[in-house]
């Protein structure tokens, strides 16, 4: 599976929009970007997943770049309670014997 | 919907005993389960990847014998850390794979903190 590479720390006013971006240069075609948040010792959240389009849901949007290297992750209003670390994972269906590994993520503070 | 949960959310053993920690899928059918490990201020590391009615698969340099992992229905699985040390503690979160949804989509238990003294 592609590497993916996080800044390691941002900062966030709360109710601003909150832009956590995400390289995955070497990414294949059939590998999917997946998006995962974990708040202080809890079990990771998923948030979205796309693969070439961009993807919206009730959580976020993933703008994903049209040469797949890169992906951008939106929370449009984010809140105290978004503050968390926000991964960003690579990696090819479960059928084809993916796994989710997990890199260092982005640790977001949203600030009042 | 989707939901898998952990059981004990915390346990504190001796060291040398066995500690034996449950996964379940409490809406869905999980056919494949998977172990992860994480220690203070890292990522998540996945231990293993286990499939219902037959051995899991580890991943490189995880010990099969002293992390035992048995996924006996299509709604538990369950993790026993053998002669448990102190370097064992740790935060061990399981997920799930809902494969009636298509199955891309994985979801994490809450964890078990286990402290071992």
């Known amino acids: 599976d592609a590497k993916t590479t996080q800044p390691p720390s941002m900062d966030c006013a709360e109710g601003r929009a909150a832009n956590l971006p995400c390289n995955h240069s070497t990414i294949s075609g059939n590998e999917y970007v997946y998006w995962y948040r974990q708040i202080h010792s809890q079990g990771p959240q998923y948030i979205i997943h796309g693969l070439k389009n961009n993807e919206t849901n009730e959580m976020a949007s993933l703008i994903i770049t049209e040469d797949r290297k890169s992906s951008t992750l939106i929370l449009p209003h984010a809140t105290l309670r978004d503050t968390a670390v926000y991964y960003c994972?690579?990696?090819?269906?479960?059928?084809?014997?993916?796994?989710?590994?997990f890199g260092q993520g982005t640790e977001l503070s949203v600030k009042p | 919907g989707a939901v898998v949960s952990q059981h004990p959310s915390r346990v504190i053993c001796k060291s040398g005993t066995s500690v034996k920690i449950e996964c379940r899928s409490l809406?869905?059918?999980?056919?494949?389960m998977f172990w992860y490990r994480q220690f203070p201020k890292q990522s998540l590391m996945l231990m293993a990847t286990?499939?219902?009615?037959?051995?899991?698969?580890?991943e490189q340099g995880v010990e099969k014998d002293k992390f035992l992992i048995n996924h006996a229905s299509l709604t538990l699985s369950t993790l026993t850390v053998t002669s448990a040390h102190p370097e064992d503690s740790s935060f061990y979160i399981c997920?799930?794979?809902?494969?009636?949804?298509?199955?891309?989509?994985?979801?994490f238990g809450p964890g078990t903190r286990l402290t071992v003294l």
């Open positions: 997920s799930a794979r809902d494969a009636a949804s298509g199955g891309n989509e994985q979801f």
């Open positions: 286990s499939n219902e009615g037959s051995k899991a698969t580890y």
């Open positions: 994972i690579v990696r090819v269906g479960y059928n084809q014997g993916g796994k989710l590994i």
């Open positions: 809406d869905f059918q999980a056919t494949t």
